[in-house]
């Protein structure tokens, strides 16, 4: 499985970008989908992630209220609406297929991963 992950761009603070991440194949439609992200120097964090029927939505703390997880085209594309972008949004975002029907807040939970795309926010 193959996931394609885009929308990354600059933007400045307080600013919306939405990502999606479309995978190659339909067998993840059973599998929970997720983001991570990375920020320069640091380590690989959660972001989002919803079930395979688009629900059990969950989201770190430091995102809450400010991004929205979705899934669509039949499960197989997972989009990430982010408002109200902060500086420490920046990272290179993944997109990411769970092991199991709903999507956890461990990255050794999943098993497919996307090449990343970049979000760069802008005082």
């Known amino acids: 499985v193959q996931l394609q992950a885009s929308g990354g761009g600059l933007v400045q603070a307080g600013g919306s970008l939405r990502l999606s991440c479309a995978a190659s194949?339909?067998?993840?439609?059973?599998?929970?989908m997720g983001w991570f992200r990375q920020a320069p120097g640091k380590e690989r964090e959660f972001v989002a992630a919803?079930?395979?029927?688009?629900?059990?939505?969950r989201y770190a703390d430091s995102v809450k209220g400010r991004f929205t997880i979705s899934r669509e085209y039949a499960q197989t594309t997972v989009s990430l609406q982010m408002n109200s972008l902060k500086l420490e949004d920046t990272a290179v975002y993944y997109c990411?297929?769970?092991?199991?029907?709903?999507?956890?807040?461990?990255?050794?939970?999943?098993?497919?991963w996307g090449q990343g795309t970049l979000v760069t926010v802008s005082s």
């Open positions: 990411a297929v769970s092991r199991r029907a709903v999507g956890g807040e461990s990255s050794a939970g999943y098993t497919y």
């Open positions: 194949s339909r067998i993840v439609s059973n599998n929970g």
């Open positions: 919803i079930g395979w029927n688009g629900g059990s939505a």
